[in-house]
């Protein structure tokens, strides 16, 4: 039996169910959309969306590392000798952006597969990254530009057949 698939369509207004991806998209458009749409390895983004999420990441961190060296100044100051107190500081200033890295982990992975599908391309490519001396391959997946081509990784449902009378 043939069936006919159709996109998935919604009234709600929320982004979630929308696959295809946002070109020039702005930088509150992409975190919104990478926050909204976490754990989705299905449908497409655009490299607008990929960037601006990838400068969202760095700022995070980035953001860690300047608390992390004013903690580090000011505790260094306050303490003197003592570096148990420092120790401790720095301790919980690491260990919430290995928590910060760790949260954005799985949503950084969607958003890198739905990419990779704005390419045409398979999200399984993504695994060549974890060979030494690949990381580059994976900064030129991302730079590739959009194809059409990758519509056919978006979600898709089965129409239901008419009732004939």
Same mark, same amino acid.
Request: glycine share 10%.
């Given at each position: 039996m043939t069936e006919n698939y159709a996109a998935v369509t919604t009234d709600l207004p929320d982004d979630l169910f929308d696959d295809s991806p946002l070109p020039g998209a702005?930088?509150?458009?992409?975190?919104?959309?990478?926050?909204?749409?976490?754990?989705?390895f299905s449908g497409r983004a655009s490299r607008?969306?990929?960037?601006? /999420?990838?400068?969202?990441?760095?700022l995070v961190e980035v953001g860690f590392g300047v608390v992390?060296?004013?903690?580090?100044? %000011?505790? #260094?100051?306050?303490?003197?000798?003592?570096?148990?107190?420092?120790?401790?500081v720095m301790g919980i200033v690491l260990g919430l952006a290995a928590l910060a890295w760790l949260l954005l982990l799985i949503p950084?992975? /969607?958003?890198?597969?739905?990419r990779m599908h704005d390419a045409n391309l398979s999200g399984?490519?993504?695994?060549?990254?974890? %060979?030494? #001396?690949?990381?580059?391959v994976g900064i030129v997946f991302m730079l590739l530009p959009s194809n059409p081509a990758g519509a056919r990784f978006d979600?898709?449902?089965?129409?239901?057949?008419?009732d004939e009378e």
């Open positions: 702005t930088f509150p458009q992409a975190v919104r959309r990478l926050l909204r749409r976490y754990t989705v607008s969306e990929y960037w601006w /999420a990838a400068l969202f990441y760095l992390g060296a004013v903690v580090a100044g %000011v505790t #260094g100051s306050i303490v003197g000798d003592d570096s148990t107190a420092f120790g401790w950084g992975l /969607a958003l890198a597969v739905r399984w490519l993504l695994l060549m990254c974890l %060979v030494p #001396g690949l990381v580059l979600r898709a449902v089965p129409i239901p057949p008419l």
